[in-house]
């Protein structure tokens, strides 16, 4: 079940994508959802699909994998297009009865709002899955790093994502420990209601947290001695840098979104 | 010349300020040692005798209540001794889990050295190198929780070596590790002290201390020996009652003499029993 969570998870690789900067990747995928929202027409659409997919061949990540990050946002999808259909009212009616009413616009949005969606996942997706989970902080620690003169504590932010993903393992680890212990011990988490199954998990959750306490204090220790003392003086061994690729990347990108913005004006 | 570390009567107490009035354990009761540039030291100590808490004082973790520590030749109460004191004193800690920051073993490694501030191409060339020491470069790349137990350790180990550290304290470093990794960390450790680590090593497994040059033996918050492995463990009696152990070979050698054999007790390696037992029974 926990093992299926695949956000977060670095996809090694050599590809033109993975080689690039991991800031321009981040202001990337932040042009690519402005993209995705502003394409109001099926053409602008269809320059955002075109978009995804180009990425998506580049980056050479199996499709597989793909799919298991699309499916358990499968239930948001369906949710959100439901809600659209039936809460958008204006346009012509497909279908009428008591208080439901189907329109063409109702459609149009419900089919707009679905594939934007894939797009936006499979999108972001793509971020996390050619760039190193340490690139990505870095990467998010330099681009905030103008708010560090308003006093946003950027570099313990930082600290604190890398920590939580290091510790991701080490913690699924140690539930299944604790899941087996409790077993052992005649638990039962398989069968029973929804309330008595969130129940029986109550076993597992408290001695999880106490044992993520002992490690917060143990590392926090193990960080002392190794002379941590905050982002200040503090040097990296990989230094971010910015290569052609990322040039070529963000006109690749800009183009499109040109496109969108073009297509926008003139349908 | 004064010596590498000094600690002189030193008194440390943990206070538990959630009781009211707050209680307060005294754990340290007047510790007096020196140890040596290059030396192999093992604290030995049941359960709750305050060896860690010693290691803990030695880098400034924790601060003398009364007396003192000085780290050649700095106070450790001096606050603008701390970091050059950690820089000097590395310390490798019981769960290699908990001591491992980064998401890749080369990253952690580094991870000292970006927070003392070094040129990121010096960091590459030392991060290299300690892995190479600890034979761990080959995994640089890898996720640190996916190797084994003592790979683990010995990525910790290599963490601290990048630092260049005079002296590594140890706390237990192979107390959760199976017999081969605990062989891994030994050889690492006692390689480093081959190229002039000071090593102060607490550990539970009496065959460890053994490879010493010296061993300590702290209980109820004192010093109460401090000698030459060879010396201590034959004290059989003495460390049974303290509620230690000795090296296997040389409760067999205690047992012989016990029966009236004419053996020393002063075996502590298993090649220096076997040949003691051959000249015996030949």
């Known amino acids: 079940m926990i093992k299926d969570i695949t956000i977060g998870q670095y996809f090694p690789g050599n590809s033109v994508i993975h080689r690039m900067d991991a800031r321009i990747k981040i202001i990337m995928t932040a042009v690519f959802i402005v993209m995705l929202f502003a394409a109001n027409s099926v053409w602008g659409l269809l320059v955002g699909i075109a978009f995804t997919i180009l990425t998506f061949i580049i980056s050479k990540i199996p499709g597989k994998l793909m799919l298991k990050s699309l499916k358990p946002i499968v239930p948001i999808i369906i949710f959100t297009a439901i809600l659209n259909l039936l809460f958008i009212r204006t346009g012509k009616a497909y279908f009428e009865w008591k208080f439901l009413k189907i329109t063409d616009e109702g459609v149009d949005t419900a089919v707009f709002m679905m594939i934007r969606i894939i797009c936006l996942i499979v999108g972001t997706s793509l971020l996390t899955y050619t760039t190193s989970p340490i690139d990505l902080t870095d990467a998010i620690e330099r681009l905030l790093s103008p708010l560090k003169k308003i006093k946003v504590p950027v570099h313990e932010l930082a600290m604190m994502m890398t920590i939580a993903l290091r510790f991701i393992p080490t913690l699924i680890e140690e539930t299944d420990k604790i899941m087996s212990a409790q077993k052992a011990r005649g638990a039962d988490m398989e069968t029973g209601s929804l309330i008595q199954k969130a129940k029986a998990l109550i076993p597992v959750l408290i001695p999880l947290f106490v044992a993520s306490f002992r490690h917060a204090e143990e590392l926090a220790l193990a960080m002392e001695c190794r002379c941590y003392h905050g982002g200040e003086g503090r040097t990296r061994m990989k230094q971010l840098h910015m290569s052609i690729v990322d040039l070529y990347g963000s006109i690749f990108c800009v183009l499109f979104l040109a496109g969108v913005i073009v297509i926008n004006i003139v349908v | ?282």
Not at chain 2, 73 to 95: A, C, H, S, W, Y
Not at chain 2, 115 to 123: A, D, K, L, S
Request: proline share 4%; net charge negative.
């Open chain 2, 1 to 282: 010349m004064s010596s590498f570390i000094e600690i002189k009567d030193l008194h440390f107490s943990y206070v538990n300020d959630l009781e009211d009035p707050p209680v307060k354990t005294e754990v340290l009761k007047g510790i007096n040692l020196n140890i040596e540039k290059g030396e192999f030291v093992a604290v030995l100590g049941h359960n709750g005798s305050g060896k860690s808490t010693l290691a803990k004082c030695i880098n400034a973790i924790n601060l003398p209540e009364s007396g003192a520590v000085y780290v050649n030749g700095m106070d450790t109460l001096d606050e603008n001794n701390l970091l050059p004191i950690r820089e000097k004193v590395g310390m490798v800690f019981q769960n290699p889990d908990n001591q491992i920051v980064a998401t890749i073993v080369e990253e952690d490694v580094a991870f000292a050295l970006e927070n003392m501030g070094v040129e990121p191409n010096e960091i590459r060339r030392r991060v290299d190198e300690a892995l190479k020491t600890v034979g761990m470069y080959e995994y640089r790349l890898h996720a640190p929780h996916k190797l084994s137990g003592g790979q683990k350790q010995r990525v910790a180990i290599a963490g601290i070596i990048a630092m260049k550290p005079d002296c590594i304290l140890l706390d237990e470093p192979t107390a959760m590790l199976d017999p081969h990794g605990r062989d891994e960390v030994m050889k690492t450790v006692k390689m480093l002290n081959e190229q002039g680590v000071t090593i102060v090593l607490i550990t539970h497994y009496m065959e460890e201390a053994a490879q010493a040059q010296r061993v300590v033996v702290i209980d109820g918050g004192e010093v109460i020996m401090d000698n030459v492995p060879k010396k201590i463990f034959s004290n059989v009696e003495t460390m049974k009652n303290l509620g230690l152990d000795v090296p296997q070979v040389t409760e067999l050698c205690w047992e012989l003499k016990k029966a009236g054999y004419d053996i020393s007790t002063e075996i502590i390696h298993e090649d220096e029993c076997v040949k003691k037992l051959y000249e015996m029974l030949k």
